[in-house]
């Protein structure tokens, strides 16, 4: 079957769009994404494809996922999100967790982490997110912050709060967008959990993720925010 979807996924491809997407991912030298590949496949088509082959192996699903190509690594993450839904079975987010190194690049993160380490630990102990959540590789600490929005859509704001305190003055723009995107999220359940947490940092927090954070307040308000 490996051969089959491998197959689907290169006549998707279009070199055009490829060069496009190699562009928007930063994959140039010293960028986030640098060396990642890309065949140009627009998303869509790759859930499309993930549905066609969702009863894929792990062993196949591995061998996409430690691809250097990045759709192949984001339609193996696609797979896993359908298998996951219809069995919520740890050893997929064993699995997820085993190939943090391979989920490298925000989209990856973005359309995984949520949908699986998220959803499962809703009513679970969270220590291993405040771990992601400190670890020196980028793409885990998204991981972590990305995960809470789960727990956000089920109204619980504790977790995503006390690691977006972890991830104050995190270096790093796209974890920076993160958290401000998470907060954000909290506000249009709870704008006044969001203040409160606001009122607290909002002065030491990175421009971009307080930015982001306040994306939906009005005009007058974002001003305050921003007049620091």
């Known amino acids: 079957m490996l051969n089959l979807i491998t197959k689907d996924l290169e006549k998707a491809g279009d070199k055009e769009r490829?060069?496009?997407?190699?562009?928007?991912?930063?994959?140039?030298?010293?960028?986030?994404?640098?060396?990642?590949?890309?065949?140009g496949i627009i998303v869509p088509k790759q859930r499309e494809?993930?549905?066609?082959?969702?009863?894929?192996?792990?062993?196949?699903?591995?061998?996409?996922?430690?691809?250097?190509i990045h759709e192949y690594r984001l339609t193996a993450?696609?797979?896993?999100?359908?298998q996951f839904q219809k069995s919520n079975d740890k050893s997929i987010i064993d699995f997820y967790l085993k190939n943090t190194?391979?989920?490298?690049?925000?989209?990856?993160?973005d359309l995984s982490a949520h949908r699986l380490l998220g959803i499962y630990l809703?009513?679970?102990?969270?220590?291993?997110?405040?771990?992601?959540?400190?670890?020196?590789?980028?793409w885990?600490?998204?991981?972590?912050?990305?995960?809470?929005?789960?727990?956000?859509?089920?109204?619980?704001?504790e977790d995503s709060l006390k690691i977006s305190e972890?991830?104050?003055?995190?270096?790093?723009?796209l974890i920076q967008k993160a958290v401000g995107w998470m907060l954000r999220e909290i506000g249009k359940r709870d704008q006044k959990m969001e203040e409160k947490f606001l009122k607290k940092y909002y002065k030491q927090m990175p421009r971009t993720m307080l930015r982001y954070s306040i994306e939906r307040f009005s005009q007058e308000k974002r001003n305050l925010y921003l007049q620091r």
């Open 18 to 39: 490829a060069k496009n997407l190699s562009r928007f991912f930063k994959t140039g030298k010293g960028e986030y994404g640098e060396g990642d590949i890309f065949i």
């Open 49 to 68: 494809i993930a549905k066609k082959y969702s009863t894929l192996s792990l062993k196949d699903i591995q061998q996409l996922l430690s691809s250097k």
């Open 77 to 82: 993450l696609l797979i896993l999100v359908l």
């Open 101 to 109: 190194k391979y989920i490298n690049n925000w989209d990856l993160v």
């Open 122 to 138: 809703i009513n679970k102990d969270k220590s291993i997110l405040y771990k992601l959540a400190r670890s020196k590789n980028i």
């Open 140 to 157: 885990e600490r998204r991981i972590a912050v990305i995960s809470t929005f789960a727990f956000i859509n089920k109204d619980k704001f």
């Open 166 to 173: 972890i991830l104050l003055n995190d270096k790093q723009d």
